[in-house]
């Protein structure tokens, strides 16, 4: 079945560093990925989605380029903030729901 | 800009007893969901919602949950006789295109 893999967390960043999450997913297809974002005490925010090959997403400095060829969706972000704290979670649609993975802690410090 | 709402953020119950946990969707949006976050685990999808029928529904949704629609603003999920494992966080989304999900803050359900 479908399915999304991340990278073990957590994920520790001085600030102003440079940011990669991986993620892989497996599909039928070419389906819609996702990034989406959970602040602490906060629910689910979508930050970006790519919804094709060679899409690129893009939202706050976030970029995620959708590859076929890898099966990946890699977050990334040039400089991360102390305020980039949080759970990422990448995602992608199968038969109108979204399929998870399991979400990746970013810590960044100043 | 339109959101998500959900009530109440944290509710704790006696195993064995009726919740029914509140979403109100962004106002123009057709298609609604439920999803689920056991703690430390993934988010799981539970059912999904359109024109007044469950479209889908994972394995998890069995008969002790249901939803509806009671009127034009809110979407609720019912669980009948709750078990500890029910203890989760609760997620309501909603779709205008049944692609791009909003999410709203989510219900902390405690079953003790």
């Known amino acids: 079945g479908n399915s999304v893999t991340q990278m073990e967390g957590p994920v520790t960043l001085s600030e102003e560093a440079f940011l990669t999450i991986n993620c892989t997913y497996t599909?039928?297809?070419?389906?819609?990925l996702f990034w989406y974002v959970q602040y602490p005490g906060e629910g689910l925010q979508l930050l970006l989605k790519?919804?094709?090959?060679?899409d690129k997403g893009s939202n706050k400095g976030f970029e995620a380029t959708y590859r076929k060829e890898t099966t990946s969706f890699h977050l990334e972000k040039g400089s991360v903030q102390v305020s980039d704290s949080a759970v990422y979670f990448c995602?992608?649609?199968?038969?109108?729901?979204?399929?998870f993975g399991t979400g990746t802690r970013l810590l960044v410090s100043p | 800009e339109p959101e998500v709402t959900q009530t109440p953020s944290h509710q704790v119950t006696q195993m064995g007893q009726e919740v029914i946990l509140r979403c109100v969707p962004i106002?123009?949006?057709?298609?609604f969901y439920w999803y689920r976050q056991i703690l430390g685990q993934k988010v799981e999808f539970l059912v999904s919602f359109y024109n007044n029928e469950i479209s889908e529904k994972s394995e998890i949704f069995d008969d002790q949950f249901s939803v509806e629609r009671p009127d034009g603003s809110n979407f609720t999920l019912k669980i009948r006789s709750t078990k500890l494992e029910d203890s989760a966080m609760y997620f309501c989304a909603s779709s205008e295109d049944q692609e791009t999900q909003y999410f709203g803050p989510g219900t902390r359900l405690l079953v003790l």
């Open positions: 790519a919804t094709k090959a060679d």
């Open positions: 599909a039928t297809g070419y389906p819609s």
């Open positions: 995602a992608l649609i199968s038969f109108q729901k979204l399929v």
């Open positions: 106002s123009n949006h057709l298609y």
